[in-house]
């Protein structure tokens, strides 16, 4: 079991399934914003910065893969850290639970000014408060959180994996 752990934290395969989750869920977002009109917010557009984030490791690790694992694996999970703390809150102030002073500025760094840069995946539009419903009556907010939490789980998982050194196994093709 350890030695499959750190073969796929070494595998291209697996970072690039990553890097089709992530963009997958940044459609899934834009479907919302462009097709349903349901346009995100602060904490949105910062959920959806953590996933570019994500998505650009997975696109670097596919290119670099195994030697800089457990960075790549480590970056995943501080970018799964952040995307958690912002669902949390973003469910708390849809709850009412977290009272929370949503502006339409994402307060990006000055350096990584991405609502300026891309403003079709970066610009709030709308206020803090609401999520969309998904399929089985679950908000977005409540899905991020179990997306955000399975993610930190698998980073973390993988990035203790990513210490051993793999031996090949027949018929493994990772």
């Known amino acids: 079991m350890l030695n499959r752990l750190a073969i796929i934290a070494r595998s291209r395969l697996y970072w690039f399934l990553v890097l089709l989750a992530c963009l997958a869920l940044e459609g899934v977002a834009l479907y919302y914003q462009y097709i349903l009109d349901y346009g995100p917010c602060v904490l949105c557009v910062h959920i959806r910065a953590w996933i570019a984030g994500i998505a650009l ?19 995943s999970l ?5 995307m958690l703390r912002s669902s949390y809150v973003t469910l708390g102030v849809e709850r009412g639970t977290i009272i929370d002073a949503c502006t339409m500025d994402p307060q990006f760094p000055s350096w990584l000014p991405l609502h300026q840069w891309l403003p079709t995946l970066f610009e709030p539009w709308e206020p803090c408060g609401y999520t969309p419903m998904l399929a089985f009556n679950v908000s977005m907010a409540e899905a991020l959180i179990v997306i955000s939490l399975l993610w930190v789980l698998v980073s973390l998982v993988l990035l203790l994996g990513s210490f051993k050194k793999p031996r090949r196994e027949k018929g493994l093709f990772l």
């Not at 490791?57 to 970056?75: F, N, Q, R, T």
């Not at 501080?78 to 952040?82: D, T």
């Open 78 to 82: 501080g970018l799964a850290l952040g």
């Open 57 to 75: 490791v997975a696109l670097l690790m596919m290119i670099v893969g195994g030697p800089l694992a457990a960075l790549g694996h480590l970056a």
